[in-house]
């Protein structure tokens, strides 16, 4: 059992940057792949970026070029870097850890944070 838990979430203005972690402890994260997904208000989680143990990435289009998902195994820690934000990007934001490379999808993750909110304003 892998036990996840997320931070670096907050407030931060249009066209910023925030880094959100993700420590894992419990068993070493290396052999899973990660991701992360966000719920905004009011609507269902969707998929955000995923990163395989080979450190292969795939990201969701709105997020590409601005978003930059990564892991340390050494500190089994995942991370998302987040540059210039835009409303949209408002969210909670969790990470997952799993046995499917790249899977987009929430049931193929076994393990779930228990989210951290990024709030984007204007």
């Known amino acids: 059992q892998v036990h996840l838990v997320e931070s670096g979430g907050g407030l931060v203005q249009t066209g910023g940057s925030l880094r959100l972690s993700c420590a894992a402890s419990?068993?070493?994260?290396?052999?899973?792949?990660m991701a992360w997904f966000r719920q905004p208000p009011g609507k269902e989680r969707e998929f955000v970026a995923s990163?395989?143990?080979?450190?292969?990435?795939y990201y969701v289009d709105s997020v590409k070029g601005r978003f930059t998902i990564s892991r340390d195994n050494a500190k089994n820690t995942l991370y998302l870097q987040m540059n210039a934000v835009q409303p949209e990007d408002t969210a909670v934001y969790f990470c997952?850890?799993?046995?499917?490379?790249?899977?987009?999808?929430?049931?193929?993750?076994?393990?779930w944070g228990q989210g951290t909110q990024v709030t984007v304003y204007s």
């Open positions: 990163i395989s143990k080979s450190n292969i990435t």
């Open positions: 997952a850890a799993g046995d499917y490379s790249g899977s987009r999808i929430e049931y193929e993750y076994d393990h």
């Open positions: 419990g068993r070493t994260f290396s052999p899973y792949a």
